[in-house]
């Protein structure tokens, strides 16, 4: 039975071809209808009286509507409000003999303008196949999304981050964590630490530029500036900064809170950046 009325799956699937678009895969319009028609020729009483032939167009029908559903990209109450604009553009076309404006549309449908923008929008959105013979969209189409190798780099220099944050001297490392990881003002900080809102606004400017200059060090050798004094004892620690962020780097231990941080021996913070 299955074999005899096979014809009907290829029938109805070149009905429905010529109103969808071509990106719709024939093959799969009908595999869903072979499947229906096997499961009508299983699940047919012939005590019904009505003929097999109808009852199986009326199951491969809806297998291959469903199918195309499943193609769709769009929800259901989107298609409807679509078909709703439509039909209010046709009236409003007919009873005034031009193009009705968007905001005539929202006024017939009792919606807001931009939800007649979003209507339109849906109703011209279209899904294009990469398959499609002698389409160039493949050639189009660009990936944003980050390589595997960008990956890797931005979560290194996230690593290398941390370990900066993390030895930097005390009051700048109280300073940067707190404004930029913490999201604490100013005047919170300087009451902390005792001293002025412009002494912050210093901490701060002088953490960023060591921060800068340590992970330079590690990443962009060159862009490090070049010290006045090669021997004198800024550059000295700074040098020890350096290195310490790159052997904290090294054995992983990017927690805030669980590696002592490294001080200035002198309990001063401006002279790390000369």
Known sequence: MVVQHLPLVGYNVSEVLHRVPPTVSRDELASAGALALVLAARAYDPSTN?????YATLRIKGAILDELRSMDWASRGARRRSRELEAAAERLRAALGRTPTRAELAETLGVEVGAVDAAR?????RVLS?????SNV???VR????????????????HWLRAAVAELPEKL?????GLYLEDRSIAELAVDLGVTQSRISQLRTEGLVLLRDGLNSAFDPDLVPAPERPDGVAERRRQAYYASIAARAALGAVHLDTVPHQRDAAGHTADLVG
Request: proline letters at 8%; charged letters at 40%; glycine letters at 0%.
């Open 138 to 140: 493949a050639d189009v």
């Open 143 to 158: 990936d944003e999304s980050r390589t595997p190798e960008e990956h890797l780099l931005a979560s290194e220099r996230v």
């Open 50 to 54: 009505v003929p097999f032939a109808r």
């Open 121 to 125: 929008a849906d109703a011209e959105r």
């Open 130 to 134: 990469l398959d499609v013979p002698d």
């Open 173 to 177: 490392r109280v300073v940067i964590a």
